[in-house]
């Protein structure tokens, strides 16, 4: 019984380097993501030539180079009309990505409740999404933002190992006593 309680907790040590490299959404063609904050935080002023930015970072090999996404960006719900960017990947995919939609100082602010939503959809290829970041300029503010993009199913499942081996061993263990 000692020797497969030991073989069961070396299963989760298997899951550990997994989990470091879990962070992010896998997106195949025809995926998509949907993003919604609710908040962003407060920077201070914005520097003078400062305007509002949106983007997605996307991890370093997970794409092939040439693959083709569109951003959707929501005033406040999916059903509102977007504004729509497509973005062709570099070819060389060694490197991060990040798609980023720019507008001026001078323009009125994208999202003035600093809430909103955006949808990340892949057109070709496949890619691995890491971040959204959000840079709102609202009533000579600026607000910004970065939201890791988690994938915890692996991370999840590795603890869930470890607490059901933790259980195990108190009950082998008050077995044993009586």
């Known amino acids: 019984m000692q020797t497969k309680l030991v073989k069961l907790a070396i299963l989760p040590i298997l899951f550990l380097p997994l989990s470091a490299f879990s962070q992010g959404v ?39 180079g040439g693959e083709s996404l569109r951003i959707d960006l929501f005033p406040d719900l999916l059903f509102d009309t977007p504004s729509s960017y497509t973005f062709v990947m570099p070819t060389d995919p060694t490197e991060t990505y990040r798609a980023t939609i720019l507008w001026s100082s001078f323009d009125p602010p994208f999202w003035p409740d600093l809430r909103g939503m955006a949808q990340i959809t892949m057109l070709t290829g496949v890619a691995q999404l890491d971040g959204i970041g959000v840079h709102q300029i609202v009533n000579g503010g600026l607000y910004s ?3 890791p993009v988690p994938e915890p ?4 499942l590795g603890l869930v190992g470890i607490g059901g081996l933790v259980f195990l061993r108190r009950r082998y263990r008050v077995k044993n006593r009586t």
């Open 153 to 156: 199913s692996v991370s999840v």
């Open 26 to 64: 896998l997106l195949n063609a025809g995926d998509s993501y949907v993003f919604e904050f609710s908040s962003l935080d407060y920077y201070g002023p914005p520097q003078p030539t400062q305007g509002g930015m949106f983007f997605a970072n996307f991890a370093a090999n997970s794409f092939m």
């Open 145 to 147: 933002q970065f939201f």
